[in-house]
């Protein structure tokens, strides 16, 4: 629109030499100079940017207000070419001067709206209040600029508020390892905070055209002496001479969701690869150490717009993206998007987040930290300080976002502010930055997030899958059940080379843990996610057991009420997995066998045991397994896992009561 009514300003003021009579100079070399200057950026270009020759526009306009300084056309002029080239400090010089020779120089006053604005993305609040006030205040002002002008001053208040109420803030550069003198930006992390990857804009003299760069991946590690290590690029199956960017790694470092874009041509995106348009997500693996070839990411997510910023749950089922659009008045409108993985590993149709979240104005750089719950993202739309800023908005117990909450001053500044990063224990967060003191260019930088914008504290749970005979790594699958809510908050499976596994899980939480592989008896456990405040993981190794006859397996998921024999909901699904054995397995006879503590009546003990026992079976036989398969036996107190002159030797009162709950249990044994 700007563009618009300047050309008609221009078209009003010189056009012709009848025309030529409504400029405020009578000065014709004055005059001649201005519409040189004028013309000048569409007949040349410029041989550092390749684009409009502004420079040497800029250079006659001037010249032409050394011919008469009071031709305030010029600077209106002067102005919008030093916007073009994303001066606006000169910029605003200009529109001020303008102002001042002439302080209506267009109809419905949008100069003030243009030196508003502009102001407001340098930070100079105040006066951009008042000259956006004064616009909103002019009879005949553009009805779009009005509404645009009114949410700035809003802006405007809420940023001299945020600076007068600035947080703590010590940005801290990452070191020589990761940052050069070329541009590195969108950091992603593994969830034991000891592998980042990020994007870097390099040189590369196989790119076509007259820049020649491009964006590549690289990766350091956290060296033992809390340094990170010299950044290397990623395989060359991976980074290729067209643009990779905007990485998002899965908690063990083992799946990478990635922006690839086509080159000039628009179909080529490297080789071996295929999208749909402009910048697709793809999608690639590690086995081991190697990196499988990447693909286009399965499912409904890639279409012909442009696609980018991944963040990935840490369950890994659920993907959030911005997808940017071209709006009905041509302006680039990028939205935030989330798609769920489906059954057969193919994405869902994207579901836009609502308009607490999404407004009409760009969203960029969203992050799902991976409690699941708190989200990171930069919006032009929110009440915010200029430019891009970080919002976090936290999902409730309904699934609704909350409305989103400015990490305020001096995070956020009048500059663009994105690729933020908040580590698993939140309270450290990265970012890419442009500041005085750095490599050159952007780098990273991390600093201590403030209290009131962690996330929920996450550890990583870590083990490592094995044949409990052989102690051969197996690539089993596995699952974790948040025992409270009965909802399954892990989905994966352990590395196919070294039965290694590693997720992210909230502290403070009861989990239930089951295992599987084909051949073997599964595994179960429980446990609970509460540590010591400087204890960064929880280890647990899995021994699997192969499905031999004798062999015994304990439940350790199946739950009982007090003394009761009836299942409570969260058993089954630790039963379904033993179903689903059963079913993988049509020969295998097990015996389900029931047992209780020493304390309490024996007879009492025995019946119980005996009861809970059958509960078992009858479930799985109204899950579809024949009853010859199964049989049931209660053993009360009689197979005890700790003695009680073991019990009675333990220190404290929470370990006897834990050698108790070991006694208390259901189990499987091979019997055929």
């Not at 508003?116 to 008042?130: H, M, Q, R």
């Not at 717009?305 to 659009?325: C, I």
């Not at 760009?362 to 992050?367: C, G, I, N, Q, R």
Request: net charge negative; proline share 6%; glycine share 8%.
């Amino acid at each position: 629109m700007k563009n618009l009514l300047l050309a008609l300003f221009i078209l009003a003021t010189a056009s012709c030499s009848t025309a030529q009579m409504t400029y405020s100079s009578k000065n014709k070399k004055a005059i001649a100079l201005f519409e040189q200057g004028r013309d000048e950026p569409g007949k040349s270009v410029d041989p550092k940017t390749h684009g409009p020759n502004y420079s040497a526009g800029i250079a006659l306009l001037e010249k032409a207000l050394e011919k008469d300084p009071a031709f305030w056309e010029v600077h209106m002029v002067e102005a919008e070419m030093y916007e073009s080239l994303n001066q606006p400090h000169k910029a605003i010089e200009q529109y001020r001067k303008a102002l001042a020779i002439n302080p209506t120089p267009t109809s419905g006053g949008a100069t003030y709206f243009y030196l508003g604005t502009l102001e407001y993305s340098v930070g100079e609040y105040e006066n951009a209040s008042k000259n956006l006030t004064t616009f909103v205040q002019t009879k005949g002002a553009h009805p779009d600029y009005v509404s645009r002008s009114k949410q700035l001053i809003s802006d405007c208040a809420f940023a001299i508020e945020a600076m007068k109420n600035p947080n703590q803030f010590k940005p801290v550069n990452l070191g020589p390892g990761v940052n050069t003198k070329d541009p590195e930006y969108f950091p992603t992390i593994t969830v034991d905070g000891k592998t980042l990857l990020f994007t870097r804009l390099i040189d590369d003299k196989r790119v076509e055209g007259p820049f020649q760069k491009q964006e590549d991946f690289y990766v350091s590690n956290l060296s033992t002496f809390n340094t990170w290590e010299a950044a290397i690029p990623m395989p060359k199956n991976i980074n290729t001479v067209n643009n990779e960017g905007a990485p998002t790694i899965s908690a063990d470092g083992r799946n990478l969701i990635f922006v690839a874009c086509s080159d000039q041509s628009g179909t080529n995106y490297g080789d071996n690869r295929k999208g749909k348009g402009s910048c697709d997500l793809f999608y690639t693996k590690r086995l081991g150490n190697q990196w499988v070839d990447p693909v286009n990411l399965p499912g409904a997510i890639n279409t012909g717009n442009w696609e980018s910023q991944p963040s990935l749950s840490a369950d890994g089922k659920t993907l959030y993206f911005v997808r940017k659009v071209m709006s009905r008045n041509g302006r680039p409108d990028s939205d935030i998007y989330f798609s769920t993985l489906k059954d057969d590993g193919s994405w869902d149709t994207p579901v836009r987040l609502p308009n607490t979240i999404n407004t009409q104005y760009m969203e960029e750089s969203v992050l799902i930290h991976p409690d699941g719950k708190t989200l990171y993202f930069s919006s032009q739309g929110h009440p915010g300080m200029g430019g891009l800023d970080i919002f976090m908005s936290r999902m409730n117990d309904k699934g609704e976002w909350s409305k989103p909450e400015n990490l305020g001053y001096p995070i956020n500044t009048s500059a663009d502010e994105n690729s933020l990063l908040v580590s698993a224990d939140g309270e450290i967060a990265f970012f890419a930055s442009d500041r005085a003191g750095g490599f050159g260019d952007l780098d990273i930088y991390y600093f201590i997030m403030p209290e009131k914008f962690r996330p929920v504290k996450t550890l990583y749970f870590d083990g490592l899958v094995f044949d409990a005979v052989t102690k051969k790594p197996l690539p089993g699958k596995f699952s974790l059940v948040n025992m409270k809510t009965g909802k399954e908050v892990i989905k994966s499976e352990a590395d196919q080379v070294n039965g290694t596994f590693t997720v992210s899980l909230p502290i403070n939480e009861d989990y239930a843990l089951s295992v599987s592989y084909p051949g073997y008896t599964f595994f179960s456990q429980n446990f609970n996610m509460t540590v010591a405040d400087n204890q960064e993981s929880f280890h647990m190794d899995v021994p699997m057991n192969p499905i031999i006859a004798g062999s015994t397996t304990a439940l350790k998921n199946v739950f009982f009420d007090l003394d009761k024999a009836t299942l409570r909901p969260e058993s089954f699904v630790e039963l379904n997995k033993l179903r689903d054995l059963l079913k993988a397995n049509p020969t295998t006879k097990i015996e389900i066998g029931g047992h209780t503590d020493t304390r309490g009546d024996a007879a009492r003990n025995l019946q119980l045991s005996e009861a809970r026992a059958k509960s078992v079976k009858d479930y799985l036989i109204q899950q579809g397994i024949e009853a010859t398969r199964l049989s049931s036996k209660g053993y009360g107190e009689t197979m005890p896992i700790f003695s009680d002159e073991v019990i009675a030797k333990m220190a404290k009162e929470n370990e006897k009561e834990k050698a108790h709950q070991e006694n208390r249990r259901t189990e499987y044994k091979i019997v055929k």
